[in-house]
Structures are given as structure tokens and as C-alpha cells.
């Protein structure tokens, strides 16, 4: 029997033999693992209708076991016996109930295949992306999105807030970005915002499934929105041959000053980078983004400003990535900011094309330089809102199509030459919103390969195609069990389990 197991933990011994779980299945918490107790009684009663009730004391033979661990991390041990035991800090038993919950197999009655499991992850971030500048994304559909990632042992959710588009967060200093520009998104489709108590609540729910919060104030460019709140900030859209090219051939208008941008097109937008006003907004923004951000990421954007002069864009980044350190923050930018002397400690995210392109590598490679690090996040392989193959219904083609295959077999460490592997902190997956409007469309694009990228930031090196393939396709089931939906690639054996 192949386990269905994903991502693939780095030690897994199985024995013959199942444990079954009845209605006298207790679950037994040892050492004030009594959160966790609580997520997993949550997790058996949505997955499987039992509700075992939750006891301090010895455990009998049919009990799970959950006991916190004094260390602190990521890792767990799973061992099932007469009993099933889960141990961990607490992220560690998160992610242990995780894994228990893919183990768990209905037949006469639910029962869980004896095993011994030691995980823990190849990378410290593993990260999800979601766009809700070009189209507004509720927060209950930002919850489902941390649902389903979490389950795959996710651990960051990077927010895109902000875009020509529109500005998704509400800033007391500045509420005049809200009020006019947050009115629109792309194609005309209802706008929106978060209240500061929307995104407190998606920090609390992110941080109950161990997923920190990370969002980005996207700048210098991707700023049109600035300019209908505070024109006086931005300056008048930029158009060179690539950009008018651009907007042809999507069929869309150009971005006129002072109205809303309602097309995908980017490259075009940029603050006043040299006056003292624009960065005494930059100020209030960030310092409000940062206080309301319990986590120690502050994305500040840095991509796609193709307007922009080099001197004034490297200018910017300098002072910008300094401005967030100031706040406490460990600033995070799109890997082209690595173009100027970014404050020590900058993380870069790496989008370019697993055979990078032009200046890319060198940009990443200076991250490490000053003492930072590199997300990889390489649009052909990674990019969630890439289509599947030509004829697929949602989704772009810009970066690459993305079967299943290519978002599995690609290898963070063999990307940027000269990149050390230590510098590599994660692995991050970005789904843009141009295509998509509700939560059935987001389902189509991750399933199943958030589950790829998943095993990528996960599992240890060396991974394999042909086995991912049998242990995805038992993963079907239960994603549909959870109302989870997605696309089946016909190449995978979708069996129930």
C-alpha cells in the first residue's frame, strides 16, 4: 500500500497492520498540548463524523496521544501502534495532524495504517501567494485559501494588497486610499477592502494554522491606484513601445491619470520617488502595516517598474528596504530590487524563469551578498495562475502552460548559479487574480499542484514523480470530501480511498 502521503515526510517505516477508531476513542493530551488537542477533535469530527473527547491521564490501547515537546520547530513523530501518538512543539503537532488526517482511511470503520513517521521540513518558508489587488478577495475566501494550504503544511501567506488596480487596506493616515481607490479591480469587477479588524481577523486565523502573515505595499511601482486617492504622489503613466505593445495585444485601454485602471497590463505606474511628500507616505503606510503585522516580514514590492529610471528605482529600494528595517520589519522585495544596496538582511523573491534571464541571477545573488536570503518563486514552474495547457479555461500563459509534472520536478537549489544553498530560505507559490472571480476558480488553479509545490518546500531533495502521482491521486478524495473541488488532470489515477 502506498501511503497517501503529500507532502512526502523525509521518514516513513511502516508495519503491518490498523488501528481503528471508534466512538471510545479518547484523545489523550500530555504536557499542555491542549490547542493542539482541540485542533485535532476538530479534524476527526470534519473528516471522519467522531468526536473523541479529550482526557489528561494514561492512554489506553484505541487512544491518539498528543504531547507537546519542550524543543521548539517544526518537526513531529507520528507512531502508530495500539495507539496513535503525535509529538511536537506546537507547529510540530499542527503539521502531525495533518499528516494524520491523510492517513485516515474509511472502510468497515475509519482506521489508520500502523507507521512510524519523523518529518519536519526542508525549508523554514514554504509560502502561498494570493492576489487581492486586481480582484478583491473576501476574507472568507482568504480563510478558505489558508485551509487549504495549511493542510499542506504551508506556513506563510504572502498578501498582495495593493496594485494599479486597486488598494486593498484601510490606512487611518491615508483614507482616502480606500475611499477612491479601492472602488474598482480589473474588467470593471466590484472593488473592495480590508478594515483594519478584517485583517487582524485573517492574522488570527492564519496564525491558528501556523501560517504567519506577510503583506505587501507594492512600490515603487504598481501604484495607479496612489494617484486617484493622492494624485499629487504619482507620476503620470509611463509608456514605452513594450508597454503599448502590451496593452494591444491584450486588447485593453491604456492607463489614463487620475482614473480608474481596469486592465492587466503593468510597468507603467510610479510614485515621485525624489519628493519628500511621497515618502512621508511611505512612512504612514508602512508604519501602520507594521504595527497591525504581528509577523517579521514586510513585503515592499520592487517589481515590473519599467518607466522608472534605474537611478531613481535603486534609490527608492535603498531607502525603502532602510525605512522597514527601522520598523522593526525584515523587508522582503521582488528579486529586481536586488539591483540596488538593499538594507543587510533583505529577502529576496526570485520570479524569473528556472533558466534565469538577463540581470536576474545577479539581482538574486546580491540578497545573499548583504546578508539576505532568496525565496523561490520561478514563474514557469511555481505560478499557480498559469494555465494547465492551451485550452484550459482559466488562467494566463505568459510565464509557461503548467501541468502537474512541471510544478513537481524543478529544484530550488539548481536555479541561480552561485546562490548558496543556505541563502535559499523557501519556496513560495504566487496565484494572480486577472482570471479569477470566486472561490471554485482559486480551487481550479491550486489542486492539485499546490500539492507539487507543497512537496518541494517539504520534502527532502531527491523527489519522485512516479510515486507523487500514486500519492496525490488518493489525496482526491479527500480534497472533495472537504468541498475543496479543483482540476483532475486525466494523468493521475483520481482513486477513492
Not at 14 to 40: F, H
Not at 103 to 128: C, F, K, M, N, Q
Not at 165 to 188: C, K, M, N, Y
Request: charged share 25%; hydrophobic share 40%.
Amino acid at each position: 500500500m502506498v501511503l497517501p502521503l503529500v507532502p512526502q515526510p523525509a521518514s516513513v517505516t511502516e508495519s503491518p497492520g490498523v488501528l481503528a477508531l471508534t466512538g471510545t476513542t479518547r484523545i489523550v493530551v500530555e504536557n499542555e498540548a491542549d490547542a493542539a488537542a482541540s485542533v485535532l477533535a476538530d479534524m476527526l469530527a470534519d473528516r471522519t463524523g467522531l468526536r473523541p473527547s479529550v482526557v489528561a491521564g494514561n492512554a489506553e490501547p484505541g487512544d491518539i496521544v498528543v504531547r507537546r515537546t519542550a524543543r521548539q520547530g517544526e518537526d513531529y513523530t507520528l507512531r502508530v501502534g495500539d495507539t496513535v501518538r503525535i509529538e511536537g512543539a506546537e507547529a510540530g503537532l499542527f503539521y502531525g495532524i495533518q499528516t494524520l488526517r491523510q492517513l485516515l482511511v474509511e472502510d468497515d470503520a475509519w482506521t489508520v495504517p500502523a507507521v512510524e513517521i519523523a518529518d519536519a521540513p526542508r525549508y523554514s518558508y514554504r509560502g502561498v501567494m494570493v492576489d487581492a489587488a486586481r480582484t478583491f478577495l473576501p476574507v472568507d475566501t482568504v480563510k478558505a485559501v489558508i485551509d487549504r494550504a495549511s493542510s499542506l503544511k504551508f506556513n506563510r501567506l504572502h498578501l498582495h494588497l495593493t496594485d494599479d488596480q486597486g488598494w486593498r487596506l484601510h490606512i487611518d493616515s491615508r483614507p482616502l486610499l480606500t475611499e477612491r481607490g479601492a472602488t474598482t479591480a480589473v474588467f470593471g469587477r466590484p472593488g473592495g477592502f480590508y478594515t483594519k479588524d478584517d485583517f487582524r481577523e485573517i492574522v488570527r486565523y492564519a496564525a491558528a494554522h501556523r501560517m504567519t502573515v506577510v503583506p505587501e505595499i507594492d512600490l515603487p511601482g504598481h501604484t495607479h491606484a496612489i494617484g486617484l486617492a493622492y494624485p499629487e504622489l504619482v507620476e503620470a503613466p509611463v509608456m514605452n513601445d513594450g508597454l503599448l505593445a502590451q496593452a494591444e495585444s491584450l486588447g485593453q485601454d491604456l492607463p489614463v491619470a487620475g482614473e480608474p485602471y481596469t486592465g492587466w497590463g503593468v510597468g507603467h505606474s510610479s510614485v515621485k520617488i525624489r519628493d519628500e511628500a511621497t515618502w512621508e507616505f511611505v512612512r504612514d503606510v508602512l508604519t501602520e502595516v507594521a504595527e497591525l503585522t504581528p509577523g517579521p516580514y514586510l513585503h515592499v514590492g520592487g517589481d515590473e517598474c519599467l518607466g522608472t529610471p534605474q537611478d531613481e528605482f535603486d534609490a527608492f529600494i535603498e531607502r525603502v528596504t532602510a525605512l522597514t528595517t527601522e520598523l522593526g520589519k525584515t523587508p522582503i522585495t521582488w528579486h529586481e530590487a536586488g539591483s540596488a544596496h538593499v538594507a543587510e538582511g533583505t529577502i529576496g523573491q526570485y520570479w524569473g524563469s528556472t533558466a534565469p534571464a538577463g540581470t536576474h541571477a545577479d539581482e538574486a545573488r546580491r540578497f545573499a551578498e548583504r546578508g539576505g536570503s532568496v525565496i523561490m518563486s520561478p514563474s514557469n514552474t511555481a505560478y499557480l495562475d498559469q494555465k494547465y495547457d492551451a485550452d484550459f479555461p482559466l488562467g494566463l500563459a505568459w510565464a509557461a502552460l503548467i501541468d502537474l509534472e512541471t510544478a513537481y520536478t524543478w529544484e530550488p537549489e539548481d536555479i541561480v548559479d552561485g546562490l548558496p544553498v543556505e541563502a535559499i530560505a523557501g519556496v513560495e507559490s504566487p496565484l494572480w487574480s486577472e482570471t479569477i472571480e470566486t472561490l471554485e476558480d482559486i480551487d481550479q488553479l491550486l489542486f492539485p499542484r499546490l500539492a507539487a509545490i507543497a512537496e518541494v518546500a517539504w520534502s527532502p531533495r531527491g523527489r519522485d514523480w512516479d510515486a507523487f502521482r500514486t500519492r496525490v491521486g488518493s489525496l482526491g478524495g479527500i480534497w472533495d470530501a472537504a468541498g475543496w473541488g479543483g482540476h483532475r488532470p486525466a494523468e493521475i489515477d483520481w482513486s477513492a480511498r
